[in-house]
């Protein structure tokens, strides 16, 4: 009894699990309250703890799969080898094959910036001469859509690739697997955002014509370009090569500008329209950011019992993810909005639901799971510096390790958390983070702001119980 008047009669300190209420209470009485954010496993789901308990018991199998998988994207070596017209770089596309981001979609089920992409592609491509006729076409049946991520392509926002668009190749030399991506339009009017203008098209027209075969001719002279090497740079100069590729396109066009240089000639005028479009595009390294993301990716696909997350698409209607163990199925949700800032005269009621395959970067490890490394963008997703470090190691929670060629000076150069882990997310019901533009609902208008959204956590519940399934047969 002694013992228990005696701690009544002292300071009381508590450790308070789970609602903040309750500490906030006890503090504002004066009391000292640590609070601890827990939550119950998988939100406290009986059947989600069912499926986890359920892979547990093949612990070994799944353990030895995913170290595979890391392997695979720990050993990637992504470089830029050349860049041709769609149909010629990438297998089975052909005049009326429509590639676009995110995960299956019907033309009936697109939302307005994909549409006005798609337009603007078959208006690009002859097929039609005038959106009307565009839009009839596309409802006809005759043109085969499919996500970029069958053909081991990716696109940002509406993702939008047709034959005769100009696409990086990249290849994994470690693997031998290649990847593509367009090139990054820049900012204002672009068929990423379904704008159709003559300017947009009058642009495609010049990187088809006169852009792509000025770096053929620069890429074969400067030979494969090491993109591993310019992301770790980039990461290391305030970019986290998602939403800020500042440092990654500075470092891409300086190793490139000699061979341009020798490409160009005595063809001034294109080497100076061509240094005036680079200059004028910070965004220019995404895509291949994109693709190199992707090659990594790819490689670690389709290992069985894996539980590696290997694509978070969305396409402005539904958002996908990817398991290497599960194959090339896709497990969908609807897409969120994006919470963020937004520039003047726009608020979220002129937003588009998430877009695009620019998610790719996050599914690898570098984008918002890499935010610390970008302070300078926080800010203009509506936060600041001290989040962009907790968003990363809140991040590391939920992957299966770490990418030890991507480091991040603000974390005393830790390095970055890489490749998701299914059960992770199920486990500790913590959504992936992902830092990205916001495109304005109608077709054309363009960016209106950026933000983060979260990956719906119905992705993963879904392809959890695929995995519970299949994995046990």
Known sequence: MSEILKLLGSEVKVINLGIPSFAEDLAHAGATALHVDWRPPAGGSVELLAHLTTLQLLDEKIAAANQEAMNRLAAFQPALVGIDLAKNAIPGVDSHTILHAGPPVTWERMCGPQRGAVIGALL?????????????????????????????????????????????????????????????????????????????????????????????????????????????????????????????????IRELMPHLIEAAGENKALLKRVAAFFASNDHYFLNLSMAACKSALDAAHGIPFSTLVTAMSRNGTDFGIRVSGLGNQWFTAPAGLVEGLYFPGYTEADANPDMGDSAITETFGIGGFAMAAAPAIVKFVGGNAPDAVRYTKEMGLITLGTNNAYTLPTMNFAPAPMGIDLRAVIARNLQPLINTGIAHKLPGVGQIGAGLVRAPLACFEAALEAAAAQYTK
């Not at 030979?223 to 891409?252: W, Y």
């Open 124 to 252: 690009f491509e002859g097929l039609a001469t005038t959106p009307e006729e565009a839009e009839a076409l596309a409802a006809s049946g005759k043109i085969t859509f499919a996500p970029a991520h069958h053909y081991g392509a990716v696109g940002p926002m509406a993702g939008v690739i047709s034959a005769s668009m100009p696409v990086f190749i990249v290849e994994n030399k470690a693997f031998g697997n290649k990847a593509y991506s367009t090139m990054n339009e820049g900012l204002g009017k672009v068929l990423r955002f379904g704008a159709f203008t003559p300017e947009v098209l009058d642009r495609l027209a010049w990187f088809r014509d006169e852009l792509a075969p000025l770096l053929a001719k620069a890429f074969a002279l400067s030979g494969p370009i090491d993109l591993k090497s310019v992301t770790a740079k980039a990461l290391q100069m305030g970019d986290e090569c998602h939403n800020r590729n500042l440092a990654a396109t500075s470092l891409f």
